[in-house]
């Protein structure tokens, strides 16, 4: 940095960005010790109206509609990068090139080969600091369960877990980037990254994948009338397009531990708008949650008598990772939702920028390309229908 203060910029202001936008305004707010004093000063998008009410609601000074222009800055420091997966190398590298900070959402690339790109690009910049956005990391329940995981529950026996959406369940539902790119790139790309480096955060490395199988309910949608938000509905023009990817993907896992894993992901699951759920079973115990509960997991251990044993419903509160200064009101049963992540992940970042070691750092960006050779793995077994196929780093 050039100066005492670290300036802030987003590109892309959907509906992730903004997520990424209100982070950043409230991360100085949470947490210790003090940041160096923080400023908002641009967002990025295509659609200039777009980023100029992200600037005006989130209290950053200027938008812009050339990403570029954030690359040229010199008031500008750290960067997210929110926009479609196949935008990212380009604009990673080109950020990292001109002396800034990145944290890159996920998926980190299209395919793995660009993401070896973006590590390399990362490594050749050590003094950088250069990260993938798996937020849910930051979720106190899924932090709080990893703890437990060895000295109370034992060793890691299987781990099954679920990602259901139902942004893709509508055939109105407009075409979108999300649709376009082959195989791998649909429901498995875009929440499937969420719950595989879930699976791998509390279980450890996963070694191989088999028994991929992906489908499509949906097999064209039409092209918006105009521009679309996330997944926002819109008014349809009368051309369609093929959907070139799966709306479901499901697979098994075994980990570098021996373990198993069953793991299925949906963006067309009627009734779960955004449903990340899972169980991992160790030796001596379990725990579950499900993110439409996220104030609470399940848990359960040999310490309770006989008679009176099964899982209990653990409320989160000041005690678990997070919680404590990282909302306004820490006290038990006072909830908070992903939105927070947001903002603990900002935190993160900052603070690794800051060089303050205080939260776990944020994701690497070497993190996000093992997550898309896991990825790259499912795709190979769901093509060679359900063959074993090894992760190699």
Request: net charge negative; charged share 20%; hydrophobic share 45%.
């Amino acid at each position: 940095m050039s100066r005492n203060d670290i300036g802030l910029a987003v590109i892309g202001a959907g509906m992730a960005g903004r997520a990424h936008l209100a982070g950043y305004r409230n991360a100085p707010a949470v947490f210790d010790p003090p940041l160096p004093p923080v400023r908002l000063v641009a967002v990025s998008d295509l659609d200039e109206a777009l980023a100029a009410d992200g600037a005006r609601r989130y209290g950053y000074e200027r938008a812009e509609s050339d990403w570029r222009r954030i690359v040229e800055a010199d008031d500008i420091d750290v960067v997210s990068v929110v926009v479609a997966n196949h935008l990212h190398r380009e604009m990673v590298e080109a950020l990292l090139a001109a002396g800034k900070h990145v944290l890159c959402e996920k998926p980190l690339a299209p395919s793995v080969a660009d993401a070896e790109a973006m590590v390399a690009a990362a490594d050749a910049h050590p003094d950088l600091v250069a990260t993938t956005g798996f937020v849910y990391r930051r979720q106190p329940a899924i932090a709080a369960i990893r703890d437990r995981i060895g000295a109370e529950l034992g060793d890691v026996v299987h781990f099954s877990g679920q990602y259901w959406c139902d942004y893709g369940v509508d055939a109105s539902g407009p075409m979108s980037w999300r649709y376009r790119g082959g195989p791998g790139s649909g429901a498995l790309a875009d929440i499937g990254s969420h719950l595989t480096d879930t699976a791998e955060f509390l279980c450890g490395p996963i070694e191989s994948v088999s028994g991929a199988v992906f489908s499509t309910s949906i097999t064209e949608r039409f092209l918006p009338a105009g521009h679309v938000v996330g997944h926002g509905a819109a008014a349809l023009s009368e051309t369609a397009e093929p959907v070139e990817n799966e709306d479901v993907a499901t697979f098994t896992a075994r980990f570098a531990s021996g373990a198993a894993a069953t793991l299925s992901v949906s963006r067309a699951t009627f009734g779960h708008a955004n449903q990340l759920k899972f169980q991992v079973s160790g030796t001596r115990g379990a725990a579950s949650f499900d993110m439409e509960r996220p104030g609470e997991f399940g848990y359960v251990d040999g310490s309770s008598p006989a008679g009176t044993g099964g899982y209990r419903q653990v409320i989160v509160g000041p005690h678990h990772p997070y919680v404590t200064r990282g909302m306004a009101m820490d006290f038990p049963s006072v909830n908070f939702g992903s939105n927070d992540l947001f903002v603990f992940q900002a935190r993160a970042m900052l603070e690794q920028v800051a060089g303050l070691d205080t939260l776990p750092p944020v994701a690497p960006m070497r993190d996000g390309l093992r997550n898309l050779r896991i990825l790259a793995a499912v795709t190979e077994s769901a093509a060679a229908g359900g063959a074993a196929i090894r992760i190699d780093d």
